[in-house]
């Protein structure tokens, strides 16, 4: 396919998959010539590559928290919703139940046991529903989750190309994979984030997971409308 820009459309001619065809089978047939040509292509590419990787402004770490922050909070709102909708939280006696106890460790970790279905079906549903969010927010709203959007940010192939729906799956599972390990899940986190502060993509682990970046989406679209009006 073409090299498109994530914010606005097509960035420029592209070196399409047929063109490479017809570049190489010229190759064959003409010799030096259809060589040049494809030469030529791939220069055009190069250089497209080029501006559009100029253009990209990577979002710096605190954008990138503030951002999964606001994120995390849509999600977990989202599911302690719809798990309390249908009825699957603990009702308040049961958890009462377990605070009385507290200060007699084995009834209470045999009450608090009992809660250990329920609790799995809520963590199941969660991490359900933060794999249905990302993905589907990335895939079909442009790179944007609400929280891209209220800070002006946008997730797109590390070349620019809008994100596709494994690479945004990809970037999630690699995420939760990293929060979940026990023990030492959030480390992992921050590890993750503090990742983006050591490459010139300001890519966290899960982007380099799933070749992709977190960019500024209001600066790529402001610097492309200025060039193109110059």
């Known amino acids: 396919g073409r090299l498109h820009d994530p914010r606005a ?36 590419t190069k250089k497209e590559i080029v501006v559009l990787e100029r253009a990209l402004q990577p979002a710096h770490l605190g954008w990138r928290v503030a951002q999964s922050l606001a994120d995390d909070l849509a999600v977990t709102v989202a599911a302690l919703g719809l798990v309390a909708a249908v009825g699957m939280l603990p009702d308040s006696a049961s958890v009462r139940d377990v605070i009385q106890v507290y200060d007699q460790p084995v009834e209470f970790v045999r009450r608090l046991s009992r809660l250990v279905p329920t609790a799995s079906l809520v963590y199941v549903v969660y991490w359900t529903a933060k794999l249905g969010y990302q993905t589907g927010f990335l895939t079909f709203c442009h790179g944007q989750t609400p929280g891209c959007w209220l800070f002006g940010l946008q997730v797109v192939m590390k070349d620019g190309r809008p994100i596709t729906w494994r690479a945004a799956a990809g970037r999630t599972v690699a995420g939760g994979v990293m929060a979940q390990v026990p023990g030492i899940g959030q480390v992992l986190r921050f590890l993750d984030y503090m990742a983006a502060l050591f490459n010139h993509r300001r890519q966290a682990v899960r982007d380099m997971a799933a070749g992709t970046m977190l960019v500024h989406a209001c600066r790529l679209w402001l610097r492309r409308e200025g060039s193109a009006r110059g």
């Open 9 to 44: 459309g097509s960035l420029g001619a592209g070196l399409s998959n047929r063109q490479w065809l017809y570049g190489f089978e010229r190759s064959h047939k003409c010799g030096d010539s259809g060589w040049n040509c494809c030469s030529h292509l791939l220069a055009q």
